[in-house]
């Protein structure tokens, strides 16, 4: 079976990359934005920094920000509401994940309105048409939804995540500016960056991985180890090569998966709002010892792309210098290293199915069973 492979039309890096928006949105002839950005980017001048430049630009446009992180169907359906109101023809998702997402559902129901209940959405839809054109500002280094085919919209009544995979929501520019990133607090710049690591680690070794993808995510890997750290200290140099880092690992797992990390931290988002990329960095090293047996000489890679030298080492020794090097990372940015204060033992059935059925399960390396992941959920309580 050939290999497919999806980017961004045009992307913009480094400091300043804002600065295009006004040149992309007058060359493409566009009228009128919905902007799309949650309450506290609004609250904290994040969003400004664009809408700032429209208005230097005299580029019209209207503001959408009912969206909470881990945004549900809701913030969806008002959304599409809000862009056809305003007859907006584009939308400029400002934010991270969590904007970025709620604008590309809503960008894609906007131009296939059958699927205007959202919850047909998930998994791969068959949607007919390209969605609103998306013009997408992360403000976190995390998710790299502004590259990626993906979003993840939370079912409120049912309390579980939703993948949705589409090619159709890709935002057509990404502007991917470290400049955006830089208000980002110490705790939230730990937690999306090892996000953008999980993304990293398990599109190297999920089942799909090929040499296009491997290329993509042992460069991020080797960028995220080497400028975390920094970017949490708020240095120039760590916000840029987080910028990049987490941008290249979009490029990659966007086209081929990823696997149980994210599977079973979609149901602690759904459930308890844990933040996305805390609940990850919890599961990461855990899941990386569980599937090492699956993953043939990938750790030894991993290991070397965050910094440690494997000459010499046994295929057991370069495995747990991989995990090692994660834990110790996660640590130095002081993310929790169990989930005892996030779980309650009496939902371990529920978020082991549900992880499960997560979307992102079937990619990953070892097969896995609910029984299995219940024991991995009780081995980090
Ligand atoms: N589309 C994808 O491919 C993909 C991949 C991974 C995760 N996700 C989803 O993305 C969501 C998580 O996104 P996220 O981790 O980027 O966080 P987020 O978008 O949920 O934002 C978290 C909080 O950080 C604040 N914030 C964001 N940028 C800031 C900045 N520069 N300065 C100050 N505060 C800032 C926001 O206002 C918000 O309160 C989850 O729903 C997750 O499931 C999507
Ligand atoms: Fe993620």
Same mark, same amino acid.
């Given at each position: ?11 913009? =890096? ?16 566009? #009228? ?6 949650? *309450? ?13 430049? /429209? ?44 904007? $970025? ?55 409120? #009544? ?9 090619? =159709? ?15 980002? *607090? ?7 960056? $090892?996000?953008?690591? +999980? ?12 040499? $296009?993808?491997? $290329?993509? =995510? ?8 080497? =400028? ?29 998966? /990823? ?76 993310? *929790?290293?169990? /989930?005892?204060?996030?779980?309650? +033992? ?29 024991? /991995?959920? #009780?081995?980090?309580?």
């Amino acid at each position: 079976m050939a290999n497919r492979f999806i980017l961004n039309e045009t992307s913009y =890096h480094g400091s300043g990359a804002i600065n295009e928006i006004p040149t992309e949105v007058k060359a493409r002839g566009f #009228q009128k934005a919905m902007v799309c950005s949650d *309450p506290d980017l609004i609250k904290f001048g994040v969003t400004k920094k664009v809408t700032d430049l /429209l208005d230097e630009a005299g580029l019209e446009y209207v503001i959408y920000s009912d969206i909470k992180a881990n945004p549900t169907i809701e913030n969806v359906q008002k959304g599409v509401k809000a862009l056809q109101d305003a007859k907006a023809d584009y939308i400029i998702a400002i934010g991270g994940g969590s904007s $970025m997402d709620t604008a590309k559902g809503i960008g894609i129901i906007d131009r296939n309105p059958e699927f205007a209940d959202v919850r047909s959405l998930e998994g791969v839809a068959d949607t007919k048409n390209p969605c609103t054109p998306i013009l997408a500002v992360p403000t976190t280094a995390g998710t790299a939804a502004e590259v990626t085919i993906n979003y993840v919209i939370t079912d409120a #009544q049912k309390d579980r995540k939703m993948v949705c995979v589409d090619p =159709h929501d890709l935002p057509i520019v990404a502007f991917v500016d470290p400049d955006m990133m830089s208000s980002m *607090p110490k705790g939230l710049t730990a937690a999306t960056g $090892m996000d953008a690591l +999980t993304h990293a680690i398990e599109g190297y070794i999920t089942a799909g991985a090929w040499e $296009m993808s491997d $290329m993509f =995510h042992i460069k991020a890997i080797e960028l995220i180890a080497k =400028h975390l750290r920094g970017a949490v200290e708020n240095t120039p140099e760590g916000r840029e090569g987080m910028a990049l880092g987490q941008y290249i690992a979009g490029m990659g797992f966007s086209n081929v998966g /990823l696997g149980i990390v994210h599977s079973m931290a979609h149901p602690l988002g759904a459930l308890y709002d844990t933040p996305h990329g805390v609940a990850n960095a919890i599961i990461l090293p855990t899941v990386m010892e569980y599937n090492a047996p699956a993953t043939g000489t990938k750790y030894k890679d991993i290991a070397e792309a965050m910094g440690v030298d494997t000459t010499g080492m046994s295929q057991e020794e370069y495995r747990k210098a991989a995990i090692d090097a994660v834990k110790k990372l996660s640590q130095d940015v002081g993310i *929790p290293t169990d /989930l005892k204060d996030i779980v309650k +033992t009496e939902d371990l059935d529920f978020l082991s199915e549900s992880a499960y059925a997560d979307a992102c399960r079937p990619g990953n390396p070892r097969e896995t069973s609910v029984a299995e992941i219940k024991e /991995l959920y #009780q081995s980090l309580l």
